[in-house]
C-alpha cells in the first residue's frame, strides 16, 4: 500500500510538472503572439488571393513581419474565432504584434487608393484615367455602355488594390444618383426642369463656363433668365462639345464659323437645351442651378482675372467685351514683346 501511495504520488508530481509545464508553455506563446513583433520598419505586403493561413504566414515571416510561422499559425487557429485572413495589400506598422496583424487581416484593413475626378470631365477622360490607374484590376469599360455625358459624378474616389475599373465607374454611376435623388427634391421653387436630366444639363454647362464656386449660382441664373425669355444660352462649351462630340479637346480657339455648327448641342443655333449634358458636373455645380442667385442679368463675358463680369443689358454687355478684347489685346502685344 505504501509502495502504491508513493507511486501515486510520483504519478502526480509528474502530472503537475506536466500541466505547468504546459500553461508555462501556453503562456509563453501567448506572450509571443501578443507581443511586438520583429518588424523595424513599415512595410507593405501584398497577399494573393485563394492564399491558405499556412502561405500567409510564410510570406509575413519573409516579410519580416512575425518571427514564427507555427505559432502566428497556432495563434490564428485559436484566437482567430474561425474567421479567414483576407486577401490585399496591408501596411503593417512596425513592431506590429502577430495577433494585430492577425486581426487586422480579419478586418481586411487594407491600404486605400485614391483618384480624383475632377467636375467638367468628359466620359471619355474620366475613363482615360481609369486606364491608368495602375492600381485598379480588369479592362475599362467601353464608353458606350457607360451612358450619356453626365452619368458619372466627380470627386474622390477610395479603392482597394485589385478592385476592377468597371466596379468604379458603376459606383461613380450610383454616387451620382444618389446626388440627384438628394438634391432634386429641395430645389428651389419656379425652376423650368421639367425632370433631373434637364437640372443635369444645365449644371453641366455651369461646369464648364465657370471654375469659381462663388460664381457658379450667378451663372446658373442667366441661363435660367435666357430659359424663360426664349433666348438662345449662346454658351461657347456647347460649341466646343458639338465639335469633338466630347472624344478629344479643341485644340484651337472658337471660330466665328464654329458658331454656326449644325447641331442640337450648339445653344448659338437651337434655342433651350440640349439634348444631353456636356460634362460630368460636381455636386456644387448641381446644387447652383437649383438654387440659383437673385439676378436679372442676361449676359456675363470673362474678366481677364479667371471670373467673369455680369450684365442686365446688350449695351452694358458690348462695353464688358470690348473690355475683354482690350485685356486680350494687352496680353498679346505683352507676349510679342517678349
Known sequence: MARLRRLLGTLLLILLLVLGAAAAGAWWGYQQFTSAGPLTADNTVVVPRGSSVRAIAGQLADAGVIKDPFLFRLGVRLFGQHKPLR?????????????AAMQQMIDGRQIQHRLTIAEGLTNREVLELLAAAPDLDGATPDPTSVGPEGSLLPETYFFMLGDSRADLVARMKSSMDAALAELWPARAQGLPFKDPKEALILASIVEKETGL????PHVAAVFLNRLAQGMALQSDPTVIYAITQGRSKLDRALLMKDLAVDSPFNTYVAVGLPPAPIANPGRA???AVLHPAESDDLYFVADGTGGHVFAKTLAEHNKNVAAWRKVQAQKRNATQAE
Open 285 to 287: 455645380a448641381i446644387e
Open 213 to 216: 464656386p462663388e460664381e457658379r
Open 87 to 99: 486577401a490585399g495589400e496591408y501596411l503593417f506598422p512596425a513592431g506590429i504584434s502577430p495577433q
